[in-house]
């Protein structure tokens, strides 16, 4: 065969079947299959973000190019971290040292940084703001005095938290006053909305979930004024403070959120981008049957649940942490969509579902130092899976089962678990998944999702205590029926109300 011509910058390699490939050739082709590999791995891992498709996401923390809220410099250390710091009349420089170590604080507790990039408080999104504007200033003040303080018998929080919130309605009632008299410019401030996302965040762990339902409404009109979610600055994470602000008050209400409720996406958000390649071996065979045939965007949730607990193992063991930008992303796009389904005539789904919301209050929309119960939440997923714990005609591979008795353990039912329907089928699981000890256990709670420095805690003390009481009774595998077991009393010890409300 003659020699191959190559035109315009296009090479075919052409050779027949008694030919090797020539020096020429074969460096083609491995200079293509390397481009082509980059090219697949690039594309795999660029993630854009769940809120807005057309802004693109790093998995590492970067600066922000440009910032339209106030520029503060902040001096060298004279008196005091901010003895120099232009501030709002009144207010002292003690005052701000001593905010920037609560919303540290605050924020240790709200990013699980075992697996978040950690940043100064000067440098996030709240430090402009909270020194630039009296308001914003009044009501972390006031967040801060209602959690630090705690409230009284008769459910009065103390003087110095309600002279700040105080100051702080009042700026905010002027503000709207303003509004309504044609100046739009206080209140459209990204300030202002922080101002009221912290009121929603001290309503909500005070209990007064009225109060965080008022200012919600209060916050998506000004949202919608602005034009919308997408409208909202990112460098600051506006816009999932908004969010995180609408899916905490919609799980303690037992509603919808309220954003999203039409345009959603539904794809997975980062199963299957490379961003982690997690093997579980023939533990996963046991599962993706079961998988599979759940309702397809059920599914795709519970692949980038999965995925997001791998990749939060592996930035657990390794150096390689997220961004909290991106952390809030995964978030919101995986709550969004669980909120959004519902299987009312559908139990085995609707517990699943209901089940994953649980689990993921517990590496989501949680602060460490709280005992932050989501209660109707709780209770739904506590009806769900009795009634799926006695429906007979309702089949669960024996991994799933275990896994979702060791998360109502540790989320929902802490006390022992003697003499109860959740202690004898959580026994049940143990015993017909076929494990042992807890190093056979962990790895199939793995393969379906489970985050080790949140979970293995509690979940190893309850599966402990699962082992040492099937030492004391025998199970009959076939019949799933206990024998000679002192305790009948799971058909009776707990009655589900006759109708729960869905989220």
Avoid at 223 to 249: E, P
Avoid at 467 to 485: C, G, V
């Amino acid at each position: 065969m003659g020699k191959t011509q190559y035109a315009a910058g296009i090479r075919f390699v052409v050779r027949t079947s008694d030919q090797c490939p020539g020096k020429d050739n074969r460096r083609v082709v491995m200079s293509h299959a390397s481009t082509t590999r980059w090219k697949r791995r690039k594309d795999a891992t660029q993630l854009h973000s769940w809120i807005d498709p057309r802004r693109n996401l790093s998995l590492e923390d970067q600066k922000p190019k440009s910032t339209d809220y106030p520029t503060v410099s902040v001096p060298g250390l004279v008196g005091g971290n901010f003895s120099a710091t232009q501030l709002p009349p009144g207010i002292e420089p003690s005052v701000i040292e001593d905010l920037v170590q609560l919303i540290n604080f605050d924020q240790i507790g709200m990013y699980p940084y075992d697996i978040c990039l950690q940043t100064h408080p000067v440098h996030r999104g709240w430090f402009p703001y909270m020194i630039g504007d009296i308001c914003c200033i009044h009501s972390m003040m006031f967040s801060v005095r209602a959690f630090v303080d705690g409230h009284s018998d008769d459910g009065q929080c103390s003087r110095l938290a309600a002279f700040h919130f105080h100051q702080t309605l009042q700026i905010l009632q002027a503000r709207v006053n303003a509004f309504e008299r044609g100046h739009s410019e206080s209140v459209f401030r990204d300030s202002t909305i922080m101002v009221i996302i912290t009121l929603v965040q001290a309503a909500e762990l005070t209990g007064d979930l009225k109060a965080a339902q008022n200012h919600v409404d209060g916050l998506l009109r000004i949202v919608k004024l602005k034009g919308g979610l997408r409208a909202m600055n990112t460098h600051n994470n506006l816009q999932v403070k908004i969010c995180r602000a609408d899916l905490g008050l919609a799980l303690h209400l037992g509603t919808r959120p309220r954003l999203f409720q039409e345009d959603i996406q539904w794809d997975c958000f980062i199963s299957g981008r490379g961003l982690v390649h997690c093997d579980h071996g023939h533990h996963a065979d046991l599962t993706r049957p079961f998988v599979d045939q759940l309702d397809w965007r059920l599914n795709r949730c519970w692949k980038d649940i999965h995925a997001f607990s791998c990749l939060s193992n592996l930035a657990y063991q390794t150096t390689r942490k997220l961004s909290p930008e991106t952390y809030n992303e995964m978030m919101v796009s995986i709550l969004y969509r669980l909120t959004q389904l519902s299987f009312a005539d559908d139990l085995l789904q609707e517990t699943i579902r209901v089940g994953l919301l649980v689990y993921c209050t517990t590496i989501f929309l949680t602060r460490s130092f709280l005992e932050q119960n989501y209660g109707h939440l709780f209770e739904l997923f506590k009806t769900g899976l009795f009634e799926l714990c006695h429906s007979p005609a309702t089949i669960v591979p024996h991994p799933v089962m275990l896994w979702l008795m060791l998360l109502y353990h540790v989320t929902v039912y802490k006390g022992p678990s003697v003499n109860s329907w959740a202690g004898d089928w959580l026994d049940r699981a143990v015993s017909l998944t076929g494990v042992n000890t807890w190093a056979q256990a962990h790895p199939v709670l793995r393969s379906i999702m489970w985050v080790d420095f949140v979970h293995d805690s509690a979940g190893k003390e309850a599966f402990l205590a699962a082992t040492q009481r099937l030492k004391t009774y025998r199970i009959d595998d076939s019949t799933l029926i206990f024998s000679n077991h002192p305790a009948q009393s799971s058909q009776t010890d707990y009655h589900p109300p006759a109708q729960s409300t869905p989220i």
